[in-house]
């Protein structure tokens, strides 16, 4: 049974959400046409002492949606050309979100782009800052993520990437992948 994921999925910790969400289907509808993809990389930033996170440097009017409820797109440019996709996660004033990194495409024009990486994969799916601080939870903002029950194999764990100024934050294995991609 497909259903899309709620809000309560996303109030768990961190490292479990960036877990579970392997496997799951991200789902963008532009007009009549729906953009489809599986999850296959996550990245978890897990709180204000991380020192990889937007949210080490206190609250801004950029990763202010990271200090509100689990549930909600954090959408954010990096060097000045790319956006990233993140899902909010844990509590109130508890910043923490993940990364999503990779998908496999599905249907859509995604079959004919690259999608390996978080900047390919919102270009694919034509996310910009237009998403931030809508919810994940609700087809009406056009860009949810779906449980389609699909049972998934082994998930490596591996460094997080870009994220040497992080001090021991940089070592923290919180990527996680699908070994089969």
């Known amino acids: 049974m497909t259903k899309i994921i709620s809000q309560k999925f996303y109030q768990q910790p961190t490292l ?13 509808k532009i007009g009549r046409q729906k953009i489809i993809g599986q999850i296959v990389e996550t990245e978890a930033y897990c709180g204000p002492h991380d020192l990889a996170s937007h949210a080490s440097r206190g609250l801004t009017e950029r990763n202010k949606v990271m200090f509100g409820p ?13 956006y990233c996709l993140n899902v909010v996660t844990e509590r109130n004033n508890y910043p923490a979100a993940v990364l ?6 599905i249907s859509g024009p995604t079959n004919k782009m690259k999608v390996d990486g978080p900047g390919k994969l919102c270009r694919a799916f034509k996310i910009d800052k237009s998403l931030n601080q809508k919810s994940a939870c609700q087809q009406k903002t056009k860009l949810w993520i779906e449980d389609h029950q699909i049972k998934v194999g082994a998930i490596k764990k591996a460094k997080r990437v870009g994220v040497a100024y992080a001090g021991q934050y940089q070592n923290k294995l919180w990527r996680f992948y699908l070994i089969a991609n």
Not at 70 to 82: C, D, R, S, T
Request: aromatic fraction near 18%.
């Open 16 to 28: 479990v959400v960036a877990k579970k969400l392997l496997g799951k289907y991200l789902v963008r």
């Open 70 to 82: 689990a549930g909600h797109w954090y959408v954010y440019l990096i060097y000045g050309m790319y």
């Open 100 to 105: 999503i990194r990779s998908v496999r495409p």
